[in-house]
C-alpha cells in the first residue's frame, strides 16, 4: 500500500489562508469518509486536527478545516499564527489498515 | 488525565528482538482499538499495526512491512499494550507510538450500541528503537 501523497512544503504569512492537500485512491481516501489530519511539531507526538473528513475535536481551533472531493483531501488553516508551523500529516482507512502521507512541512513566514 | 506511556525501547542488533510496552490510564482501556506507529529519524509517520478489543474478538491487522515479524497483543486487566518486535531490521530504527483509536457508544431504548473511529486522538510520547550491529 504506498503513501498517500502530500506536498512536501507549503509555507504562508501570518494571517493568510493555506490549504494542504491529500491525495489517494478510491481504495482509500475517496472509499471512505475515514480521513483524519495530525499536526507534529518537532519532537513532540502527532496531534489529531482532524478525523472523518472535516470534524474538529474539542479543543481544536475552528481555525482548522478539512474538506474531500474524490479521492483527495485538504486541510485549510485559516489565520494562520506562528504556533502553526509544524508538520501535517493526512491519514486514511483502507480495507482494514491505516496508511499515512508522507507529511507536508508548514512555514510560517 | 488520559495517558499513554511507551516503554522498552532501546539498541538492538540486526535479527534481534524487543518487547515494546504501552501503559494506559484515564480512560476505559478495553473499550478501544489500539494501535502502534512508528516515525524513522526524519520520516513521516508510518502505521504499524492495531489490535481490535475484546468485542471483536482481539484481532490484529499489521502494515505490510512487518507483517510476519511483529506481534500486537494487549492485556486489558493491565490496561496495556504490547509490540513483540523479531528479526529486526535496520529499516525498522524508529519512534514507536502507542495511539488510541475513537469510540463512542450511544445509549438508547434499552440497549446501547458501540462505534469505532478510525482515527487517532491520543497519543503516547513514543519510545525509541535502533537497530543496529
Known amino acids: 500500500q504506498s503513501a498517500l501523497t502530500q506536498p512536501a512544503s507549503v509555507s504562508g504569512s501570518p494571517g493568510q489562508s493555506i490549504t494542504i492537500s491529500c491525495t489517494g485512491t478510491s481504495s482509500d481516501v475517496g472509499g471512505y469518509n475515514y480521513v483524519s489530519w495530525y499536526q507534529q511539531h518537532p519532537g513532540k507526538a502527532p496531534k489529531l486536527m482532524i478525523y472523518?473528513?472535516?470534524n474538529r475535536p474539542s479543543g481544536v481551533s475552528n481555525r482548522f478545516s478539512g474538506s474531500k472531493s474524490g479521492n483527495t483531501a485538504s486541510l485549510t488553516i485559516s489565520g494562520l499564527q506562528a504556533e502553526d508551523e509544524a508538520d501535517y500529516y493526512c491519514s486514511s482507512y483502507t480495507s482494514s489498515n491505516t496508511i499515512f502521507g508522507g507529511g507536508t512541512k508548514l512555514t510560517v513566514l | 488525565e488520559v495517558q499513554l506511556v511507551e516503554s522498552g525501547g532501546g539498541l538492538v542488533q540486526p535479527g534481534g528482538s524487543l518487547r515494546l510496552s504501552c501503559a494506559a490510564s484515564g480512560f476505559t482501556f478495553s473499550d478501544h482499538y489500539m494501535d502502534w506507529v512508528r516515525q524513522a529519524p526524519g520520516k513521516g509517520l508510518e502505521w504499524v499495526g492495531r489490535?481490535?478489543?475484546?468485542?471483536?474478538?482481539?484481532?490484529?491487522e499489521y502494515a505490510a512491512s512487518v507483517k510476519g515479524r511483529f506481534t500486537i497483543s494487549r492485556d486489558d486487566s493491565k490496561n496495556s499494550l504490547y509490540l513483540q518486535m523479531n528479526s529486526l531490521k535496520t529499516e525498522d530504527t524508529a519512534v514507536y507510538y502507542c495511539?488510541?483509536?475513537?469510540?463512542?457508544?450511544?445509549?438508547?431504548?434499552?440497549?446501547?450500541?458501540?462505534?469505532?473511529?478510525?482515527?487517532?486522538?491520543?497519543w503516547g510520547k513514543g519510545t525509541t528503537v535502533t537497530v543496529s550491529s
Open positions: 489490535a481490535r478489543n475484546k468485542a471483536n474478538s482481539y484481532t490484529t
Open positions: 495511539a488510541r483509536e475513537g469510540f463512542a457508544r450511544y445509549y438508547y431504548g434499552s440497549g446501547s450500541r458501540n462505534y469505532y473511529y478510525y482515527y487517532m486522538d491520543v
Open positions: 472523518d473528513v472535516s
